[in-house]
């Protein structure tokens, strides 16, 4: 099983709502991270886990909020997102950080309104 | 930091070969990655470089020379299937942070 795994798929939210986005892998990875991509740009990191403990916060305003649960998941809170906010949030994990590549996951497409 | 460059379009026949380009800048150097992206998709891992030389996967190979800073990806056979983006990605070696350029949209027509 090579899977990442992210729900939903399609977020739609105002600026006032509170949202999460999970992602799930069960491949053992122990490092996870969230990436932002605005269409036609490259992934740009948010977040790294590595053995559940938040390694990397590459300055993200704390209206995201990461959550590492356990090994195999990793979600993203959301609260008073603005319309600039609105991305494809894609999940990656990989065997270590810093060693071996990335598997991304599906994306969820973000709309804030 | 790091500086990664790469072209952004190219359209190429059904059956060719195209090569795609990366340079990269980076004070310390830990792999390089390439990725493919349909749109709307997740990018998915086709190959990883850490010494300088080939790799070859498949209808895809990869090449590296870090005394250069250059990498390319090569696709042979074309199939209508590999109109992508293709993302290079270049991991720092003192922060092990993946930092990807902007992409090569490739278009392969009949």
């Known amino acids: 099983d090579t899977e990442v795994t992210q729900t939903p798929k399609h977020l739609v939210m105002g600026m006032t709502n509170k949202k999460s986005l999970k992602c799930e892998q069960h491949?053992?990875?122990?490092?996870m991270y969230w990436y932002k991509q605005k269409a036609k740009k490259p992934p740009e990191l948010m977040f790294v886990?590595?053995?559940?403990?938040?390694?990397i916060n590459e300055s993200v305003p704390s209206r995201f909020s990461p959550e590492c649960p356990n090994s195999s998941l990793l979600n993203l809170h959301l609260h008073a997102l603005q319309p600039e906010d609105s991305a494809l949030y894609l999940c990656?994990?990989?065997?270590?950080?810093?060693?071996?590549?990335?598997?991304f996951g599906p994306g969820t497409r973000l709309t804030v309104t | 930091g790091q500086n990664i460059d790469q072209p952004t379009e190219m359209t190429a026949t059904e059956g060719a070969i195209v090569q795609i380009n990366c340079t990269y800048q980076?004070?310390?150097?830990?792999?390089l990655f390439w990725y493919q992206q349909h749109a709307g998709e997740a990018p998915t891992f086709l190959s990883y470089?850490?010494?300088?030389g080939l790799e070859e996967k498949g209808r895809f190979s990869s090449f590296l020379s870090r005394s250069k800073g250059y990498s390319y990806l090569l696709l042979k056979e074309l199939q209508m299937k590999d109109s992508a983006s293709y993302l290079c990605?270049?991991?720092?070696?003192?922060?092990?942070?993946?930092?990807f350029g902007k992409g090569n949209q490739v278009v392969v027509i009949p």
């Open positions: 990656a994990s990989s065997q270590d950080f810093g060693t071996y590549e990335q598997y």
């Open positions: 491949m053992g990875h122990r490092a």
């Open positions: 886990y590595s053995y559940e403990k938040l390694s």
């Open positions: 980076t004070s310390g150097f830990n792999g």
């Open positions: 470089n850490v010494l300088d």
């Open positions: 990605a270049v991991r720092d070696g003192g922060n092990n942070r993946l930092a």
